[in-house]
């Protein structure tokens, strides 16, 4: 066979597989601008005002909408309504974070800052429990933190800006 041909085919079944994918994930997301393969919606937004180009879009979309960036799908949420429907009426639903592939590999599943769930929950009530044994939240400690802030200050001015 020809190389051209070849490549043509190649590409043909790589573009059709990615609207198949993409495609698919549409189902369980809000509605949005049909994204062009492997680019996404980038070229529907403006990079000097973005601001603008999203309200267009919720304009268009209503206040959840779906944007691509890149391959990445993102879930857009314009408006007061919308965000705290979000954050305070659905808070435990959203209260996930995104997944880094890179820090998850790192932290072999075990950090703090990019954990999610019952694993984050069981860290922050581990963290506050021993933060409150060394005293956080009380007097004493804030009387200390202070001493040591002005002895700071002391030494700071004993160098006379050296």
């Given amino acids: 066979m020809d190389p051209v041909v070849v490549l043509v085919l190649c590409l043909s079944c790589l573009l059709l597989l990615s609207l198949w994918k993409q495609s ?3 189902a369980k997301l809000p509605p949005g601008p049909t994204p062009l393969p492997v680019i996404g919606n980038i070229l529907q937004l ?10 267009n879009l919720s304009k268009v979309y209503g206040p959840v909408f779906t944007l691509y960036l890149g391959l990445k799908p993102t879930v857009v949420l314009h408006g007061y309504e919308a965000v705290k ?10 209260s996930g974070r995104g997944h880094f592939p890179i820090f998850e590999r790192a932290s072999k599943g075990q950090g703090i800052v990019f954990s999610n769930g019952k694993r ?14 060394f005293g956080m939240g009380k007097r004493s400690v ?6 040591e802030a002005r002895c700071l200050v002391e030494e700071l001015r004993k160098t006379n800006g050296e």
């Fill in 24 to 26: 698919s994930r549409k």
């Fill in 46 to 55: 403006d990079v000097n005002d973005i601001s603008k180009s999203l309200i």
């Fill in 85 to 94: 429907e979000a954050l305070i009426d659905l808070g435990e639903e959203f």
């Fill in 120 to 133: 984050w929950k069981e860290i922050r009530r581990f963290c506050l429990m021993t933060l409150r044994n």
């Fill in 142 to 147: 804030e009387d200390r933190v202070q001493e």
